[in-house]
Nanobody
Framework: QVQLVESGGDLVQPGGSLRLSCAAS????????MSWYRQAPGKERELVAA????????NYADSMKGRFTVSRDNAKNTVSLQMNSLKPEDTAVYYC?????????WGQGTQVTVSS
């Protein structure tokens, strides 16, 4: 079955960087687009970034453009999110996601806290 396992979340100071990773299994990873979402306390889950199956193209939410970079390694079945210039408002649980056979799959999430 589909499994998505995120890692890399941590406490970081404003202006710092983090790299999140998502290990995927249970499907042919190289054939599917992948996404990162986040959910802050008291807020709805929002799209952070999405990357095509080959990694040739990616899209970002406006507030992440220029600071976040999504990438994937189809040989290792992983998708990553490099986050730079982090702000307190980036504090959230970050989720890896896959839309597969008309169902949205989610990982368990990884906590990112940006605070001094």
């Amino acid at each position: 079955q589909v499994q998505l396992v995120e890692s890399g979340g941590d406490l970081v100071q404003p202006g710092g960087s983090l790299r999140l990773s998502c290990a995927a299994s249970g499907f042919t990873f190289s054939r599917y687009a992948m996404s990162w979402y986040r959910q802050a306390p008291g807020k709805e889950r929002e799209l952070v970034a999405a990357i095509t199956s080959t990694g040739a193209s990616a899209n970002y939410a406006d507030s992440m453009k220029g600071r976040f970079t999504v990438s994937r390694d189809n040989a290792k079945n992983t998708v990553s999110l490099q986050m730079n210039s982090l702000k307190p408002e980036d504090t959230a649980v970050y989720y890896c996601s896959l839309y597969y056979y008309a169902r949205q799959y989610w990982g368990q999430g990884t906590q990112v806290t940006v605070s001094s």
